[in-house]
């Protein structure tokens, strides 16, 4: 399995053996979840999802352990004070910090950040998806990041090639099922940052796709995986040793925006994570009758205000849903393993 690790990381250039990037001049913009890339890399920095560098370190705990030494309450969801300890130990330009449409907790981090010296940039999604305000939201990101409107134009060219490249290594996943659930997560998940550099990101899944069309078609129950990426390290894996096969990650798609639209506001409009249960509603229940999903692992994060979401996941999608709840950045417990596995013989079971 291909392994994407984080941004300015010398991993980068063991895995895409062609990257001999460097860091911008203008240095490394953090995020706390997907936001416009297109504008980051049009003002010449570097864009790096602090998730996904959190949760790809060798030893992710050490994170967490330093935002609960300064303070930070064990009752609190450990994705936020990961976060939290990967910007304390990295030099960045700046974070962008999602005020809304993602983590409640944002707000809060975003003042400890300024009070220890970080430059916060806030950015929010509008609940109602409103296009105005969407617009002044991204017409404030670019002043702030003095985005030039000339690369804007060539970035998002760029940005749209390696979409179709994401897009299409989903669609073999479910149609050829020559990609793995796991592979389908990674590509997917780092689409929010393409390791920070557009044109790799689009060589190595190139090859990629080339790599994996020469595959035997992989058996296994289609499932879907719902919700926020999981912070466990071992779910696909597992799923796949018990007689599953993910065929689609719902929230990971969205990072890569499978949407052909050249307008940049109306790009993120269609995105639908940031605005809701209702908004995911639509995309959830068309993925799972072209996909032909059997069953639904819907992932939620201890202490995540989007576990509640689960009582209309159950009420509304037309296949038997098993959640699962994740807390810390190790492999799934026992108890977990054995349910997982359980609701897969059910579901053969159904078959027949």
Not at 182 to 209: C, K, P, Q
Not at 268 to 280: D, K, N, Q, S, W
Not at 331 to 346: G, L, N, V
Request: proline share 5%.
């Amino acid at each position: 399995m291909y392994v994407l690790n984080g941004c300015n990381n010398p991993v980068k250039r063991i895995i895409f053996k062609s990257m001999t990037q460097s860091p911008t001049d203008k240095g490394i913009i953090g995020f706390t979840t997907t936001v416009p890339l297109e504008l980051i890399f049009a003002a010449g920095y570097e864009p790096c999802d602090l998730n996904n560098i959190f949760v790809t370190d060798p030893d992710p705990g050490r994170f967490i352990e330093r935002a609960e030494r300064d303070g930070f309450p064990k009752s609190m969801c450990n994705w936020i004070k990961g976060i939290y300890g990967v910007i304390m130990e990295r030099e960045m330009a700046g974070v962008i910090t999602v005020m809304e449409g993602d983590c409640s907790n944002t707000q809060a981090l975003a003042e400890i950040l300024r009070y220890r010296g970080v430059r916060t940039i806030p950015f929010s999604f509008p609940y109602d998806r409103d296009p105005e305000v969407l617009t002044r939201e991204i017409d404030k990101l670019k002043k702030e990041l003095s985005t030039d409107e000339e690369s804007l134009s060539e970035v998002e060219t760029q940005i749209t090639a390696a979409r179709s490249k994401l897009s299409e290594i989903d669609a073999m996943t479910w149609s050829e099922r020559n990609v793995t659930g796991g592979e389908n997560h990674l590509w997917l998940v780092r689409s929010s940052d393409m390791l920070g550099d557009v044109r790799e990101y689009t060589g190595a899944a190139e090859e990629f796709i080339g790599a994996a069309r020469k595959r035997e078609r992989m058996e296994g129950i289609p499932l879907g995986y719902i919700g926020v990426p999981p912070i466990v390290t071992n779910l696909y894996e597992f799923i796949e040793s018990v007689g599953g096969h993910v065929v689609y990650n719902e929230t990971q798609r969205q990072f890569a925006l499978p949407y052909e639209t050249a307008d940049i506001v109306e790009r993120y409009l269609l995105y639908t994570y940031p605005y809701g249960i209702f908004a995911r509603l639509g995309d959830i229940g068309r993925e799972v009758e072209r996909r032909g999903i059997q069953g639904i692992i819907h992932y939620v994060q201890a202490f995540c205000f989007r576990a509640i979401e689960d009582v209309i996941l159950r009420e509304t999608i037309p296949v038997p849903i098993l959640t699962v709840e994740g807390d810390l950045p190790r492999a799934i417990d026992t108890r977990t393993k054995m349910r997982i596995e359980a609701f897969i013989e059910m579901l053969e079971g159904r078959q027949y």
